[in-house]
C-alpha cells in the first residue's frame, strides 16, 4: 500500500479540531456531572467519546513527530 503524503499544516489543524472537540465534550461531562438527574448512559458515551478523541489526538501528535523528522530541511 502506498504511503500517503499528509502536510504538516493540515495534521496540525487536525490536531486543534480534535482538541476543540475534547474540550467541548470534557465541558458536557462536567455539566452533566453536576445535573441532580444525570444519565448514566450518557456519561458513559460521552467519557468513552472523550478516551477516543485523547487516543486520536496522541496518534497525530505522534505522525506529526515522524513527519516532521522525515520532512527534508530547507537549505540555508
Excluded at 2 to 30: C, F, G, N, Q
Excluded at 54 to 69: E, F, K, S, Y
Aim: net charge positive.
Amino acid at each position: 500500500m502506498p504511503e500517503r503524503k499528509i502536510s504538516h499544516r493540515s495534521l496540525a489543524m487536525r490536531i486543534e479540531a480534535l482538541r476543540r472537540r475534547h474540550r467541548e465534550l470534557d465541558d458536557r461531562v462536567t455539566q452533566e456531572q453536576v445535573r441532580n438527574w444525570s444519565d448514566p448512559s450518557m456519561m458513559k458515551r460521552l467519557k468513552q467519546e472523550r478516551l477516543h478523541l485523547r487516543d486520536a489526538i496522541r496518534g497525530a501528535q505522534a505522525l506529526l513527530a515522524r513527519t516532521a523528522q522525515r520532512s527534508p530541511r530547507p537549505a540555508l
